[in-house]
């Protein structure tokens, strides 16, 4: 992905331990971590390619991704429900920079989509996938592309990632 | 005191839900609020009028638009526009970060009001050296960002 044609030198794993100063430290950096009764359920229902919300019987809102307690309301949610797994893009950025700051020509497309089924405007970030960058927009219908159900862990990237709708569908 | 005093006329504070992946990322509603409070208590009810100039938290280059917008010194969207007409320059009718901002200053991350405040400050009281806007100018403000792009401070200065 990486070419010649950017300025500077690239620093390959050979040159980081023979060329740079470089110290090897492995920390016992052991740990564990609850994701809390709503966060848990919403990861386990991933796995099962399903997305969840939950609801406030005060302000009448299906909050998405789910919680506990209602932000606005300050009173806890009341019920579990579905939302769907199509949505729309709220708002995205195109990168060109990778996962560890490379600097790429096949961009990364991230953002957040607003789900249907919730309340307007709620959404989680992710990516978003067979686009281009003249073809992606705000306010864009999409699909969530599932990882197959073998391979999901209980994790946002249990959605591959979000891909644009197509007729017929949603 | 051999310069003349520099007042805190107001300042205001706010904060929006974590879950920013629910609200409008394009206008600031948390500083909106902020603003509100600190013009309240300045006695400032129409901040494009009184507000000489601005000191906007501007750690990437759409924050100063964004926060100008946020400030009510300027309509939505009318911000781009008042920069590229050049009026938030030093000598225009809005100065906007005659500090030359956190790219000439630094960042340091939940400190960085305290320049800002400095930069009103000897604005305000005329010891701004090169930096110093070249008209009159009584009122300024100013504001910090942070938390999960959540919260906003802001602060109102009068000479």
């Known amino acids: ?170 | 005191m051999k310069s003349p005093p520099v007042w805190f006329s107001g300042v205001g504070w706010a904060i929006d839900t974590t879950f920013w992946t629910d609200r409008d990322l394009y206008f600031p509603e948390y500083l909106a609020r902020a603003a509100k409070m600190a013009y309240k208590q300045a006695r400032i009810d129409d901040p494009r009028k009184q507000i000489d100039f601005a000191e906007p938290y501007d750690p990437f280059d759409y924050k100063e638009l964004h926060h100008m917008e946020g400030l009510q010194l300027c309509k939505k969207g009318e911000a781009p526009v008042l920069t590229r007409e050049g009026v938030t320059q030093r000598d225009g009718d809005l100065p906007t970060c005659p500090s030359g901002g956190l790219l000439g200053v630094g960042n340091p991350i939940a400190a960085t009001m305290g320049i800002k405040v400095g930069e009103l400050y000897w604005q305000l009281s005329g010891q701004a050296g090169k930096r110093q806007i070249p008209h009159e100018i009584h009122t300024g403000v100013t504001n910090a960002w942070g938390d999960l792009m959540q919260f906003s401070a802001v602060a109102v200065m009068r000479a």
Request: one cysteine or more; hydrophobic letters at 35%; a positive charge.
């Open chain 1, 1 to 170: 992905m990486t070419t010649e044609k950017w300025p500077g030198v690239e620093l390959g794993a050979k040159e980081f331990y023979e060329k740079v100063t470089s110290v090897r430290f492995r920390p016992e950096a052991k740990f564990a971590w609850s994701a809390g009764e709503a966060m848990s359920r919403f990861l386990a229902e991933l796995k099962e390619g399903r997305l969840i919300a939950r609801t406030c019987t005060t302000c009448k809102r299906i909050l998405f991704p789910p919680r506990m307690f209602c932000e606005e309301c300050f009173r806890p949610t009341k019920e579990w429900v579905y939302v769907k797994d199509t949505g729309t893009i709220e708002t995205y950025s195109i990168s060109y920079l990778d996962l560890d700051a490379k600097r790429i020509t096949d961009p990364i497309y991230v953002g957040v989509v607003s789900v249907d089924g919730a309340s307007p405007k709620m959404g989680i970030m992710h990516f978003f996938g067979e686009v281009n960058p003249g073809t992606i927009k705000i306010g864009m219908r999409v699909k969530a592309v599932w990882e197959p159900p073998e391979k999901r862990v209980g994790s946002v990237r249990d959605i591959r990632y979000w891909r644009p709708l197509r007729e017929g569908e949603g």
